[in-house]
């Protein structure tokens, strides 16, 4: 393997970017609900969906935005996973659904480059926040295909760990995938492992070369 690809919620760390910011700006939970399962019936897109999400917020702002954020919890071992897999010359990227501002905090800590990282962006201007969707959840293939064509490294040889449904379109488009801690049967299914501890990886993709 040359590339690994990183879901961030619920893989690289525990929460998810959506649910911090909905508990850091008191969101109105039945209305977050509603939400959720417009998206999840097709009534609206994902873009729509951030955007409804975002007005249920009290006066954000990018500095109350990156506070929100900045009470993640990593992972265990994601650091150390990381951090060897660069020594072997794996390249580390995240792509996720999740918010830009928070992938690029854990980009940093972990050492991922900036060019490696794709997430769905957080615009403030003015007291008022508008999203831009770069990574649908169904479609993560579609990015990880766009990774493989400007890192110039085939999809063969990528492989994605992930943890939740949408994240069988990250699976799409790698050759050896990782559900961790799978909190569907769907995405169980669809990888090559299961795996509880992030090192697990470094095992497998040694035994795979």
């Excluded at 009534?43 to 917020?57: C, G, H, N």
């Excluded at 990018?62 to 919890?73: G, H, I, N, P």
């Amino acid at each position: 393997m040359k590339a690994i690809v990183f879901d961030m919620d619920g893989t690289l760390i525990a929460e998810s970017s959506w649910e911090l910011l909905h508990s850091y700006f008191h969101a109105d939970l039945q209305q977050v609900i509603k939400n959720q399962e417009e998206y999840f019936s097709h009534e609206i897109d994902y873009e729509t969906w951030m955007q409804k999400d975002m007005d249920l917020w009290d006066c954000p702002s990018q500095e109350r935005l990156e506070d929100a954020l900045s009470s993640y919890t990593l992972e265990p071992f994601a650091q150390e996973v990381v951090a060897t897999l660069k020594s072997e010359g794996v390249v580390p990227c995240i792509v996720s659904s999740g918010i830009d501002i928070l992938a690029r905090m854990i980009g940093e800590r972990l050492g991922i480059r900036k060019d490696c990282i794709c997430a769905n962006e957080i615009i403030c201007e003015n007291g008022a926040l508008k999203g831009v969707c770069h990574v649908e959840p169904f479609s993560k293939d579609k990015v990880v295909l766009a990774l493989s064509h400007t890192m110039s490294i085939p999809v063969t040889q990528f492989a994605a760990v992930g943890d939740a449904a949408p994240d069988i379109s990250l699976f799409r488009a790698a050759a050896l995938t990782f559900a961790y801690k799978p909190k569907d049967t769907i995405i169980a299914d669809s990888a090559n492992y299961i795996i509880d501890d992030l090192r697990t990886i470094l095992h497998v993709i040694k035994s795979y070369e």
